[in-house]
């Protein structure tokens, strides 16, 4: 009921103890085409839907290397997401110089958190409105995070983001254990069969979706379009046996939406 | 009262010699690795070439901490720019990045002679031969360092046109084949390194050509 009198400005704080922007900024990467990502204990798979405005456009890009052992999807605004991964690969680039050596993905993250955090303590500022799922490999072994705009960032064994990534998530709930001893190929068909959760029913295919690994022994790239299609036509087939598992994940989809109404503020996850 | 002068400088010459030729498909750049101080030898292994971008190599003499720096800060800029535009810098663009590098510290220069070889977008050998502040100009050979004045007007007498009415400056290719450019190189750092002290060890030539980046070495007096 009081929502609107203290959502002006991010610096005003609601009688119940929340920062209304903040969590509007949670909205917008809801609102983002989803991205997952899932890591092994030497490999992380990251992988987005790419949405186009139109057929006549192309989509946009949400999925940008960061370093060699760095690379990072994003949900929500992909103008914000832009600008974020520049500051990233600024800072790997200012590391290496200094140091020789390639940035820890941890301290990134710390480092982009913190960013996020300015961004919720100033009133000519606004939170950024993009979630970014972090995938990188330093020597504590392959990690994956998820930045929000509220300036919290949490490690996850798989997680997903943006428009209809519940179904993502249940079917990452339901895998992830198997994840850490998973093959780097495993990994990818299990990504592809997350991504394919979210289309809810639309054919899965190279066009619409990008996959990019990074692991030990190898930098971070995105998979071009052909081994991606390739991946997909390779277990498409033991895919539509899987049909009608679809349905129920829709019915999980809706439940998104109304957690917001809730009296437990987002940012406590 | 005379001013007083430094009793101090911030530069040092570990001396050296570096040479480049660009030929129709292939660069030839060499370098010698002995690294000197005053009349002392620090190593007789020290590599001053360094790869830039995929068909794009330098080769500096002079002070070579400020060369390491300056190595890293293209590098650096070559990463920014390989995020940007998604492919690898060509070698005219290094070109001016160097310059302009080079350039931006011309109160406080990089004390580095450079020499940049490679391939140009159209597969064909250029060298860039710069001055410690970023002034620099495409040529079909070039010389630096410390064997430079004995280098030089060798690779004048074997690859200098007759006159530029001849063949332009544009067209400064040489007519020799990999093979005879690497001879030449061979040929050259032996000379250099009877008469040039800082000059010697052993000669890194690395060539450029369609197939990729190759590397030889040959040894030179030690003396």
Redesign the interface.
């Known amino acids: 009921m009081f929502r609107n009198q203290y959502d002006t400005d991010v610096t005003t704080w609601s009688p119940a103890g929340r920062l209304f922007q903040v969590e509007y900024a949670m909205e917008a990467v809801k609102q983002g085409s989803a991205a997952i990502g899932l890591r092994s204990k030497t490999h992380i798979v990251l992988g987005c839907v790419n949405k186009a405005n139109s057929e006549l456009s192309s989509h946009q890009k949400k999925i940008f290397?960061v370093d060699d052992h760095i690379g990072v999807a994003i949900a929500g605004l992909t103008a914000d997401g832009r600008v974020l991964s520049?500051y990233m690969?600024?800072e790997c680039?200012?590391y290496?110089?200094t140091y020789e050596s390639p940035l820890p993905v941890g301290r990134l993250v710390v480092q982009l958190a913190d960013k996020a955090q300015v961004c919720t303590q100033r009133s000519w500022k606004r939170p950024y409105g993009v979630g970014l799922l972090v995938a990188g490999l330093d020597e504590s072994g392959a990690h994956l995070y998820y930045n929000c705009p509220s300036g919290n960032y949490f490690e996850y064994q798989a997680f997903a983001i943006g428009s209809r990534s519940q179904a993502a998530k249940t079917y990452l709930e339901r895998r992830f254990e198997n994840f850490a001893d998973s093959s780097r190929d495993d990994l990818v068909k299990d990504a592809l069969m997350a991504i394919r959760e979210t289309l809810q029913g639309e054919t899965l295919k190279s066009s619409i979706c990008t996959v990019a690994v990074v692991g030990v022994g190898e930098p971070f790239h995105i998979l071009d379009l052909e081994t991606v299609q390739q991946m997909i036509d390779a277990f498409e087939i033991v895919g539509e046996q899987e049909g009608p598992a679809a349905e129920p994940d829709a019915a999980a989809a809706a439940d998104q939406g109304g957690s917001t109404e809730e009296g437990v503020a987002p940012m406590d996850i | 009262m005379t001013k007083q002068q430094a009793n101090w400088s911030p530069y040092d010459n570990n001396g050296g010699s570096c040479v480049a030729i660009a030929g129709a498909d292939y660069c030839v750049i060499a370098a010698d690795t002995r690294m000197s101080t005053g009349y002392n030898i620090l190593t007789r292994e020290y590599s001053k070439i360094c790869k830039l971008a995929d068909k794009c190599v330098m080769a500096s003499s002079g002070f070579q901490a400020d060369v390491k720096a300056l190595q890293k800060q293209l590098a650096a800029r070559h990463l920014i720019y390989q995020h940007q535009h998604n492919k690898q810098m060509s070698c005219p663009a290094m070109a001016q990045l160097l310059s302009n590098t080079l350039y931006y510290k011309r109160f406080f220069p990089y004390y580095s002679f450079n020499v940049l070889g490679g391939l140009d977008n159209e597969g064909k050998g250029c060298v860039f031969t710069y001055d410690a502040v970023g002034s620099y100009e495409k040529v079909g050979y070039s010389s630096q360092g410390s064997g430079s004045t004995l280098i030089t007007p060798f690779l004048d007498n074997q690859l200098k046109s007759p006159s530029p009415l001849l063949l332009s400056v544009q067209d400064a290719v040489t007519p020799l084949v990999e093979a005879e450019a690497i001879d030449l190189v061979k040929t050259v750092f032996a000379s250099a390194s009877e008469r040039d002290i800082y000059t010697g060890d052993k000669i890194e030539i690395v060539v450029v050509n369609a197939t990729g980046i190759r590397r030889e070495y040959m040894e030179l007096r030690k003396d």
Do not use: A, E, G, M
């Open positions: 290397k520049r690969r600024n680039i200012n290496s110089f």
